[in-house]
């Protein structure tokens, strides 16, 4: 079983990161952010308690997020190892986090900082889409499709934008970042288990990097 927390601001990568480790450690994405925008797309409670915090950029609260998570990991596909993407991003969430892991007998094998300078992050959120289909991941400047507006991945046509990846709400995003996530990084360089990659480099020299990690 291998579990992984991968911590940096919106744009990171985080999500593209993931995504690749998923496919080579066999293990699963939780992305908490994947889970909001799935409660507010079917119109439940949480979803309609999340969606006005989510548009202006600021963060919804420690307790609809942990229930979302704590009953999340419980389910089967993650009994091999999960990739948390986008959690915890508060230190009352990371202090639940270890105390959900404590109770099930389990702990983070790897908490991984990706570095990057918040300017570039600005152009990377606002080029990128996605494919309505497979969820795989472009970028208008970064990473096109080979063939324009046919997904590399399955072939699907229909390609959708975050309705937060505006120029504002990622300043917004951002200053949330600093404030309230931030801090949780010196919270696992305490617990000696933070680990960081140089979140500027290519896409593939990053995945290098976290397989050397992981490995
Ligand atoms: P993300 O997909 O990780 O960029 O998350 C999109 C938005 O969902 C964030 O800007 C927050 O409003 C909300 N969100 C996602 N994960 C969390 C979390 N762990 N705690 C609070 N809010 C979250």
Do not use: W
């Not at 991968?6 to 999500?15: E, S, V, W």
């Not at 999340?50 to 600021?58: I, L």
């Not at 046509?157 to 200053?175: H, K, M, Q, W, Y």
């Not at 010196?186 to 000696?192: D, I, N, P, T, V």
Request: charged fraction near 25%.
């Amino acid at each position: 079983m291998t579990n992984l927390i991968l911590l940096g601001p919106p744009g990171a990568g985080k999500g593209t990161q993931a995504k690749r480790l998923e496919d080579s450690l066999g293990i699963v994405q939780l992305s908490t952010g994947d889970m909001l925008r799935a409660e507010v797309a079917a119109g439940s409670d949480v979803g309609a308690k999340a969606k006005a915090v989510m548009e202006a950029g600021g963060l919804v609260s420690d307790d609809i997020i942990i229930d979302i998570i704590s009953g999340r990991i419980e389910q089967d596909d993650c009994k091999n190892g999960f990739i948390l993407d986008g959690f915890p991003r508060t230190t009352p969430q990371a202090e639940a986090l270890d105390a959900m892991l404590a109770e099930k007998g389990l702990g983070m094998d790897h908490v991984i900082e990706m570095q990057v300078d918040d300017e570039a992050m600005v152009e990377r959120i606002t080029g990128r889409f996605t494919c309505a289909q497979c969820g795989a991941g472009y970028h208008d400047t970064f990473q096109r499709p080979k063939v324009d507006g046919v997904c590399d991945k399955c072939g699907g046509t229909e390609f959708t934008r975050r309705a937060d990846d505006n120029a504002e709400t990622v300043r917004s995003r951002l200053g949330a970042y600093h404030e309230q996530t931030a801090p949780i990084i010196s919270y696992y360089e305490k617990q000696g288990v933070l680990k960081s990659v140089d979140g500027m480099a290519a896409i593939d020299a990053v995945t290098e990097q976290l397989n050397a990690i992981v490995g």
